[in-house]
């Protein structure tokens, strides 16, 4: 373990000439370095972003009372009539995103009668498939 113990040194240097100053002195395992931007790397989830966003802006409509619903993971999953509307790693293939976009014959852009999300939000959606849709 003993190879590991310099490593912080060079991302600490990266925060700035002061702690790089800082940290001349040697690389002490217990480097003081309480301070510094923490990186938004929270990873997207049902849970956390999602499950929400959906819940929110489509929840109304896909409930609990048959058909597609969108308020569960487990539902948006299994999806409606026309299959799973989530195929985990192929975001822009899967039937949500198509109907977030409008480009799925047949169905009206998604949320029916409402504006539709923004092009982040539904770029946020399909990386989240992509990265496998994670609960
Ligand atoms: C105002 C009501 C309403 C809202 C809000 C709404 N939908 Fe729909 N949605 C419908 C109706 C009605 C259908 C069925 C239309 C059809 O099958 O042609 C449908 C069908 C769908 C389908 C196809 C289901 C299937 O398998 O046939 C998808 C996918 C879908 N909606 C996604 C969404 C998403 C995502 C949202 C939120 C961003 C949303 N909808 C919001 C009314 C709504």
Do not use: F
């Amino acid at each position: 373990m003993g190879k590991v113990r310099c490593v912080g040194a060079a991302s600490a240097i990266l925060m700035g000439a002061l702690l790089g100053a800082l940290l001349l002195g040697g690389c002490a395992p217990k480097a003081a370095t309480p301070s510094g931007p923490v990186e938004p790397v929270a990873k997207v989830t049902w849970e956390n972003t999602i499950g929400p966003l959906l819940s929110q802006r489509c929840g109304g409509c896909h409930g609990s009372s048959g058909g597609l619903s969108l308020t569960t993971y487990e539902g948006a999953l299994k999806g409606g009539r026309r299959g799973p509307a989530i195929q985990p790693g192929k975001g822009e293939e899967s039937l949500l995103v198509r109907a977030l976009r409008g480009t799925e014959p047949g169905l009206r852009r998604m949320p029916a009668n409402q504006p539709p999300l923004s092009d982040e939000e539904i770029a946020l959606i399909s990386g989240w498939i992509d990265a496998g849709a994670p609960k």
